[in-house]
């Protein structure tokens, strides 16, 4: 063990430990995506009928994101279809996952496609219908959005869909930690 007693070999200890401790940065980014921004998981308004396609070409997904659905429970309901031809055909029979409390959050644990649609007879037939992809090994490969989405006269929100993103470099922690023994 280290003597710590002289404020020298403190302070040496404190900047090998930063050092050490910079080595293992780390970046930590989650965000939650309110599926269809301002709109909520519904049917599309016949001014706006695609906008689930133009949501998932707008946001990069990436692993340890979730999608929000919003709706009414009373009205609507989200599942998660096995494959694109469920997904096109609108099969609603032997979804992988069915959420249906209103506030339906999906964690995303995995890379590849992801297929969504309305649990409600006759709404995926009405384009509510979702496809999104995920980089599959946490890579972050950028891509232009297709078109930034867009909004009536002032009423653009202040953030469109990320609500989240934590981002704690380990050597600004230690730095925290070094300047408050050193001073």
């Known amino acids: 063990m280290a003597d710590l007693s002289k404020p020298s070999k403190f302070i040496g200890f404190l900047h090998y430990s930063l050092v050490f401790l910079a080595s293992f940065q780390t970046r930590v980014r989650c965000y939650t995506y309110k599926v269809g921004d301002l709109d909520s998981w519904g049917i599309p308004s016949s001014s706006n009928p695609q906008v689930y396609d133009k949501w998932s070409?707008?946001?990069?997904?990436?692993?340890?994101?979730?999608?929000?659905?919003?709706?009414?429970?009373?009205?609507?309901?989200?599942?998660?279809?096995?494959?694109?031809?469920?997904?096109?055909?609108?099969?609603?029979?032997?979804?992988?996952?069915?959420?249906?409390?209103?506030?339906?959050?999906?964690?995303?644990?995995?890379?590849?496609?992801?297929?969504?649609?309305?649990?409600?007879?006759?709404?995926?037939?009405?384009?509510?219908?979702?496809?999104?992809?995920?980089?599959?090994?946490?890579?972050?490969?950028p891509s232009a959005p297709a078109s930034a989405p867009t909004y009536p006269l002032g009423s653009a929100p202040l953030q469109a869909s990320a609500s989240s993103f934590i981002q704690v470099p380990v050597f600004m922690v230690s730095a925290a930690i070094v300047s408050f023994y050193v001073i």
Do not use: A, W
């Open 57 to 141: 070409k707008y946001h990069t997904l990436e692993m340890g994101d979730s999608l929000f659905f919003l709706y009414p429970p009373s009205r609507d309901s989200v599942i998660q279809v096995r494959d694109v031809e469920s997904y096109n055909s609108c099969n609603l029979k032997d979804p992988i996952l069915r959420m249906n409390d209103g506030n339906s959050l999906f964690n995303i644990t995995k890379g590849g496609d992801f297929y969504f649609v309305s649990g409600v007879q006759g709404h995926c037939e009405k384009s509510q219908k979702l496809h999104v992809f995920v980089y599959g090994n946490g890579s972050y490969i």
